[in-house]
């Protein structure tokens, strides 16, 4: 995973903020269709914005978990969703 700089980071987090959520993970949780698309995404936009539906410390989990699948890394994450890119 690559680590920005600092500018780049809050550039990515300009771009975070104004765009809809791409991806929402429901009651199945992290499957491979899912993870598949998100990816799909990330291709396509370089970034993509996840929707969560689970409590606070179940969401922290799937975040790593799927920065991990992913290869991406966390640009933000406010409320029940976070953004990831390259």
Not at 8 to 32: H, M, N, P
Not at 41 to 61: H, I, T
Request: net charge positive.
């Amino acid at each position: 995973m690559k680590t920005n700089t600092g500018k780049e980071r809050r550039a990515l987090k300009s771009a975070a903020k104004t765009r809809q959520v791409d991806i929402k993970i429901g009651k199945k949780g992290l499957t491979q269709n899912v993870v598949s698309e998100i990816k799909l995404v990330l291709d396509r936009d370089r970034m993509v914005k996840v929707s969560f539906r689970e409590n606070r410390e179940k969401r922290n989990e799937l975040e790593k978990e799927l920065q991990e699948l992913i290869q991406s890394s966390l640009v933000e994450s406010v409320g029940k969703t976070a953004t990831f890119a390259f």
